[in-house]
C-alpha cells in the first residue's frame, strides 16, 4: 500500500509539474511576445519619423509649403495624407547628384534624390525592404513594416484568447484540488463557485490589442521606377524658370553640406 501510495503522490506531483509548466509557460511566452510588439511598434514609430523628416526635406528642396504642394500636384499626390508635423527638421541627403552642366539640371537631380529618398522609406515602412542575412546563409528577410506588423497583432490576438479560454486560473485551480483525496471525500471539489470563478479568471486574463487604436497612417505607394520621373522635370523647370536666384543659393548650399 505504502509503495501504491508513493506511486499516487509522484503522479500527482508530475501531473502538477506538467500543469504548472503549461499554465505559466503559456502566460510568460504572452508576456514575452507583447514586450516584443511593443519594441517593434517604437521601432515603427521611428519610421513614420524618417517619412515624416523626408517630406521636409523634399520642402526644403521646393522652396517652402507652396512649393512642396506644387510638386504634390505634379507628381498626383496628396500631400494632406502625410501630414508633417509642426517643427519636423529635414533629414539629410543619403547621396549626391552626379555632375550637371547647368544649375537647371542640378536643381532637378537633387528634387529626385529627395522624392527617392521619400518613396524608400514609404516603401520600407508599409511593405518592408528584402536584404540577405550573412548571419543566416544569405537567407531573404524582410524588414519590419506596417502590414507583417497589423498581421503580428492579429496573430497575438488569436494566441490571447487561446490562452484565456483554454487555460483559465480557476479551471487550473479545480483540477489541482482535484487531486486531493482527502479534500474530495470531505467536499463537493468545485476550486470556485460561479461569480468568484469569473473574477478570477477576468482578473488574469490578457487583454487583447485593439487593433483600431493601433493608429499606424498608412501611407500611399509612391513611383520610384524612373530614375528622374518625369513630374519632377515638369516641377524643377517651372519652380527654376520663376526662382533662377534661389534656386542658384539652394545648389550652393546643398554642395556645401555634402
Not at 34 to 40: C, D, G, P, R, T
Not at 41 to 50: A, C, K, N, P, V
Not at 226 to 251: G, Q, R, T, W
Request: glycine share 4%; proline share 4%; aromatic share 10%.
Amino acid at each position: 500500500m505504502a509503495a501504491l501510495k508513493d506511486l499516487s503522490n509522484a503522479l500527482t506531483d508530475e501531473f502538477l509539474n506538467d500543469m504548472a509548466t503549461n499554465f505559466f509557460g503559456a502566460r510568460k511566452d504572452i508576456d514575452d511576445t507583447l514586450e516584443y510588439f511593443e519594441s517593434l511598434s517604437g521601432q515603427l514609430l521611428e519610421q513614420i519619423e524618417d517619412i515624416h523628416k523626408s517630406c521636409a526635406l523634399l520642402r526644403l528642396v521646393c522652396f517652402g509649403e507652396d512649393g512642396y504642394n506644387e510638386f504634390c500636384k505634379c507628381a498626383g499626390i496628396d500631400p494632406s495624407l502625410f501630414n508633417i508635423p509642426s517643427g519636423t527638421e529635414p533629414t539629410t541627403f543619403t547621396d549626391k547628384p552626379s555632375f550637371s552642366i547647368t544649375n537647371k539640371g542640378e536643381y532637378i537631380k537633387w528634387v529626385s534624390l529627395a522624392y527617392h529618398q521619400l518613396a524608400h522609406s514609404v516603401e520600407k515602412y508599409m511593405h518592408g525592404i528584402v536584404t540577405s542575412s550573412k548571419a543566416d546563409q544569405g537567407r531573404k528577410i524582410r524588414s519590419l513594416n506596417r502590414i507583417d506588423f497589423y498581421l503580428f497583432a492579429e496573430d497575438i490576438n488569436a494566441k490571447i484568447v487561446k490562452v484565456n479560454t483554454n487555460s483559465t486560473p480557476s479551471e487550473v485551480l479545480k483540477f489541482t484540488k482535484s487531486l486531493d483525496p482527502v479534500a474530495v471525500a470531505k467536499q463537493n471539489i468545485t476550486g470556485c463557485v460561479g461569480p468568484e470563478c469569473d473574477i478570477i479568471d477576468n482578473d488574469m486574463a490578457f487583454k487583447t490589442i485593439n487593433i483600431e487604436e493601433l493608429n499606424f497612417p498608412e501611407f500611399p505607394d509612391l513611383p520610384a521606377d524612373e530614375k528622374i520621373p518625369s513630374f519632377v522635370c515638369k516641377f524643377c523647370s517651372k519652380m527654376y524658370a520663376k526662382n533662377k536666384s534661389e534656386v542658384k543659393s539652394l545648389l550652393k548650399k546643398l554642395n556645401t553640406k555634402s
